[in-house]
């Protein structure tokens, strides 16, 4: 398939490696990578904020880069944004009163992805065959993607199939404390919500967390590092993007 | 209204402060797990859990919709039953009401079960003022009572506290002839026994409502310890507070909505007692009040009613949102500030005391994680409404907050201006559009590590073809 890549702000200024893995994930996988050009941000600060009309104006430029896109699907290696996209934008562009924007959103949502939901239902890329010694990680199920995709075993599967071994950890499902905004607006409680995470993970005696959002991830690391907790991250596409079969796949 | 705590400090203020107590942290930890781990249980174990999650919303969304007329049925029924019905316009209305009635009675002790809805009246005080001995009779309202606090849990008043800070509060009631130990059995025995004099004593009963029976004009309240039971039935006279959407027209909905409540709530398949109560004592009955009176409090709700935020009126007040809620965890119920806590708090603090502007910003105690949707019985959804709330409050908003997103919706609208910003960031110069953040941005990096942009983002590598 051509797959169009959104790329998200989070990811492209704070971890073009997560980006970087998902392409070559998606090329092993048998596909095409384009990038829009013209795509920026899918307006989540501004409409987790209440300010629908700014949303709605970031949103519409991105809208627009990812509806001209010559490709089959989209796909974004994040669940939050990717629930602003399938589940927001038709709301928010309702609220705007951009009744054009709300059927071209409600269009491009199906065939929108999340990356595991993706290679899911299309299929992984080859990946190195599972030794004996499966890696420890604890998965963090970020929140839009759990309750708003309803993406669970989706990701599951993929770790699993890159030779991780989830261990059992009790907060696994619970926020990390970042929610955008909500970490400047209130700073102490939200440290104190990456805390539990952090104070949780230990007790399972596991050191990395793997989860399919780049902003919980980084939000984890960030603490954990100012903490002094051992504690690497990796998103399932770097996870993945390691575990490919040397030589596969680079005919992007 | 009762204390208003949200007057002279701000949200962040609050949660800070309790996010930094730790014993408190461990106190909500253990209880809310608890709490979400009895309520996964039980819902567990039905086999179409969501399915009569389903059904009780919509008996919610079919009772709201005709609250007028379920009201005034309730209010016929009752009324033919021998009960004394007040439609309460505010809290000011609803306590001069209960007091009225506590001096005509001549009451001076006034046996309390717990009841959210005069705590959010603030029905002790008015009682006080008028001379009246307040006895709270359900364990944690007494517990917090004799500790001059207001309940942090809509359904476990005093669960911020530990069995060693509750020994400390009860042990001068005890004396020092009776130094009482830190075991929740002896402490639960020690309150029994001292309760238990006072609905003896009281010569007027009040208690809340978990839900008014339309059809029979019935009021039904859940409980544990059996002191609501005691407290409507022991003395002469017994006032009962409702909120005025706490109503199901018929039994056969209100068989789904208890069963929900207990389920939700503490994780129980139902309340260890389920009171049902029509009319006061009749000739007849050894037991009952002589009179019972029905208050059926307002106090902005009518305002909520048809609104877009209507479905907060669907609380059925079990709490489980609460137990899920990862910010409610970490700072417990007094950080809201107000009577109602959590998820729903966040939602029906800013509505139901719209007139204070302190109480808008609640809306922003949630990272939106949704948990709370996810385990409401009545799948109110609430992330919706918080969302809804801030773009109220964001109407208001100061005129640097508007210019900061009018600058940051111009720049990201556009790729080129976007890539711009991007490249400053990446060597460490915000652009201006985020200026009001500054302070958020620096505050974020003295409790993590500090935001970094990679040097090179990936759009510029894949520009340059190295992707």
């Not at chain 2, 509750?166 to 130094?179: E, K, M, S």
Request: glycine letters at 8%; charged letters at 25%.
């Amino acid at each position: 398939m051509r797959v169009g890549l959104f790329v998200t702000c989070v990811a492209d200024l704070f971890a073009p490696d997560v980006a970087e893995a998902t392409v070559r994930v998606l090329r092993a996988a048998g596909h095409e990578v384009v990038v829009p050009p013209g795509q920026t941000c899918c307006g989540q600060p501004a409409w987790n904020s209440g300010f629908a009309a700014e949303a709605a104006q970031v949103a519409r430029t991105t809208l627009a880069a990812l509806a001209a896109a010559d490709v089959d699907v989209i796909v974004a290696p994040a669940g939050s944004c990717t629930t602003m996209v399938r589940v927001f934008w038709p709301e928010l562009f309702e609220v705007a009163g951009d009744h054009a924007a709300v059927t071209q959103a409600t269009a491009l949502a199906e065939r929108f992805y999340e990356l595991t939901e993706l290679l899911d239902r299309f299929g992984l890329p080859p990946l190195l065959p599972v030794g004996a010694g499966r890696e420890p990680v604890a998965y963090h199920h970020s929140c839009h993607m759990l309750r708003e995709l309803r993406l669970e075993h989706e990701p599951e599967r993929a770790v699993d199939a890159a030779g991780c071994e989830r261990v059992a950890w009790s907060a696994d499902r619970r926020c990390c404390g970042f929610g955008g905004l909500f970490s400047f607006k209130l700073p102490e409680t939200s440290e104190s919500m990456a805390d539990d995470k952090l104070a949780t993970l230990t007790e399972s005696g596991c050191t990395e967390v793997v989860g399919a959002d780049p902003s919980c991830l980084l939000h984890l690391r960030a603490r954990a590092r100012h903490e002094g907790v051992a504690l690497r991250t990796r998103h399932v596409a770097e996870v993945l993007a390691e575990r490919l079969v040397p030589g596969d796949g680079h005919h992007g | 209204m009762a204390e208003f705590t949200l007057s002279g400090t701000t949200l962040r203020q609050r949660t800070a402060e309790a996010a930094d107590d730790e014993r408190l942290r461990r106190s909500l930890a253990k209880a809310v797990g608890r709490f979400a781990d009895g309520r996964a249980a039980v819902m567990g174990v039905l086999e179409d859990a969501d399915g009569l999650r389903a059904a009780a919303r919509r008996i919610r969304y079919d009772v709201l919709a005709d609250l007028p007329t379920v009201l005034e049925r309730f209010a016929t029924n009752a009324i033919a039953a021998g009960v004394h019905v007040h439609w309460a316009v505010d809290a000011a209305d609803a306590n001069a009401y209960v007091v009225g009635v506590a001096r005509r009675i001549g009451a001076r002790t006034v046996v309390k079960g717990k009841s959210m809805a005069t705590e959010e009246t603030g029905l002790n005080h008015a009682l006080e003022d008028a001379g009246c001995h307040v006895v709270e009779t359900d364990l944690g309202e007494w517990i917090i009572q004799l500790a001059d606090q207001t309940p942090s849990h809509i359904i476990a008043p005093a669960v911020h506290l530990d069995r060693f800070q509750i020994r400390d509060i009860l042990q001068p009631v005890a004396g020092p002839d009776r130094p009482l130990g830190t075991e929740p059995e002896e402490l639960a025995g020690f309150a029994r026994g001292d309760r238990r004099a006072e609905f003896l004593r009281a010569d007027l009963g009040v208690s809340g409502c978990n839900f008014a029976v339309a059809e029979t004009g019935s009021i039904v309240l859940a409980e544990n310890e059996g002191n609501g039971r005691l407290s409507t039935t022991a003395p002469r006279v017994h006032v009962a507070v409702m909120w005025m959407e706490s109503i199901v027209a018929t039994w056969d909905q209100l068989d789904l909505m208890i069963n929900l409540l207990a389920r939700s709530g503490t994780g129980q398949h139902l309340s260890t007692y389920t009171n049902i109560l029509t009319g006061p004592r009749r000739a007849d009955e050894g037991d009952g009040p002589d009179e019972l009176h029905v208050v059926i409090l307002d106090n902005g709700r009518s305002d909520v009613l048809g609104s877009e935020f209507h479905e907060a009126l669907d609380c059925i007040r079990c709490g489980a949102c609460l137990n899920v809620c990862p910010v409610y965890r970490q700072v417990g119920g007094h950080a809201y500030g107000w009577v109602y806590s959590g998820p729903i708090g966040a939602v029906l603090t800013p509505l139901l005391a719209a007139d204070h502007p302190e109480a808008a910003e609640l809306a922003n105690a949630s990272t939106l994680c949704g948990a709370c949707m996810d385990a409401c019985p009545v799948s109110i959804p609430l992330q919706d409404m918080l969302l809804g709330l801030r773009r109220r409050k964001a109407a208001d908003a100061g005129a640097a907050e508007r210019a900061g997103w009018k600058a940051w919706a111009a720049a990201w609208s556009r790729p080129l201006t976007y890539r711009a910003t991007m490249k400053a960031m990446a060597v460490g110069r915000p652009f201006t559009g985020v200026a009001h953040l500054a302070p958020g941005l620096k505050r974020w990096g003295d409790g993590r590590e500090p935001l970094k942009p990679a040097a090179r983002s990936f759009t510029d590598r894949w520009k340059a073809g190295e992707v």
